[in-house]
Nanobody
Framework: QVQLVESGGGWVQPGGSLRLSCVAS????????MGWYRQAPGKERELVAT???????NYADSLKGRFTISRDNAKNTVYLQMNSLTFEDTAVYVC?????????????????WGQGTQVAVFS
């Protein structure tokens, strides 16, 4: 199995910053794309950012310039630096990762999700 564990969430005032981390552990050959999503109360889950194993990033248009995704392949960890936070950024932030695993006949890739970490922005 593959487990993803997020950390770094919490409470922050508007204009503040937080850095989220997500560590992947378990049995896998490698990790390809990793990403962050978020789900606010009463809303659907939405993409925040993704990053390939080679470091190519993709962001939700509305978050470009404030959020930065990065990863440490040696640590199987993806980060999300969030700056200039607003009330609208309040949500549960969830990471995911595509893991290549060994199969009986061939390797296969599967996407795994963490449990999420709460980010609350209020004054």
């Amino acid at each position: 199995q593959v487990q993803l564990v997020e950390s770094g969430g919490g409470w922050v005032q508007p204009g503040g910053s937080l850095r989220l981390s997500c560590v992947a552990s378990g049995t896998f050959v490698s990790l390809s794309d990793m990403g962050w999503y978020r789900q606010a109360p009463g809303k659907e889950r939405e993409l925040v950012a993704t990053i390939t194993s080679g470091g190519i990033t993709n962001y939700a248009d509305s978050l470009k310039g404030r959020f930065t995704i990065s990863r440490d392949n040696a640590k199987n960890t993806v980060y999300l630096q969030m700056n200039s936070l607003t009330f609208e950024d309040t949500a549960v932030y969830v990471c995911n990762a595509a893991a290549l695993r060994r199969g009986f006949a061939r390797n296969y890739e599967r996407v795994y999700w963490g449990q999420g970490t709460q980010v609350a922005v209020f004054s």
